[in-house]
């Protein structure tokens, strides 16, 4: 995976059995629409998460950067996030999750 957090995306299939993935636009809508609790997305570029951010925090969600990357290193020219958004008890839920496992 060119994020380098393939083991936490098999944390997370192994503890959920409903875990699916969507492009970019797509599951941020879902989950903007309360149609999905949460989304983890990986190696997004400022202009994947800006409009989410903003839009996540204004419906009453949870948004967090888990992880911000330089553009500087090999697997990306631009800076890179890793995000987890999504209804607050959803999300507090799956970090939870990630650090005890």
Same mark, same amino acid.
């Given at each position: 995976?060119?994020?380098?957090?393939?083991?936490?995306?098999?944390?997370?299939?192994?503890?959920?059995?409903?875990?699916?993935?969507?492009?970019?636009?797509? &599951?941020?809508? /879902?989950? %903007?629409?309360?149609?999905? #609790?949460?989304?983890?997305?990986?190696?997004?570029?400022?202009? !994947? +998460?800006?409009?989410?951010?903003?839009?996540?925090?204004?419906?009453? &969600?949870?948004? /967090?950067? %888990?992880?911000?990357?330089? #553009?500087?290193?090999?697997?990306?020219?631009?800076?890179?996030? !890793? +995000?987890?958004?999504?209804?607050?008890?959803?999300?507090?839920?799956?970090?939870?999750? /990630?650090?005890?496992?």
């Amino acid at each position: 995976m060119a994020a380098g957090v393939a083991q936490i995306f098999d944390d997370l299939i192994k503890l959920h059995p409903n875990v699916r993935t969507y492009g970019d636009c797509f &599951g941020h809508g /879902l989950v %903007l629409e309360g149609a999905v #609790g949460a989304m983890v997305d990986f190696d997004l570029r400022l202009w !994947d +998460v800006a409009a989410t951010e903003i839009l996540i925090q204004e419906a009453g &969600g949870k948004f /967090l950067c %888990l992880r911000q990357r330089d #553009g500087k290193d090999q697997t990306a020219v631009e800076t890179r996030y !890793d +995000v987890i958004f999504g209804k607050p008890c959803v999300v507090d839920w799956i970090i939870r999750t /990630l650090q005890t496992s």
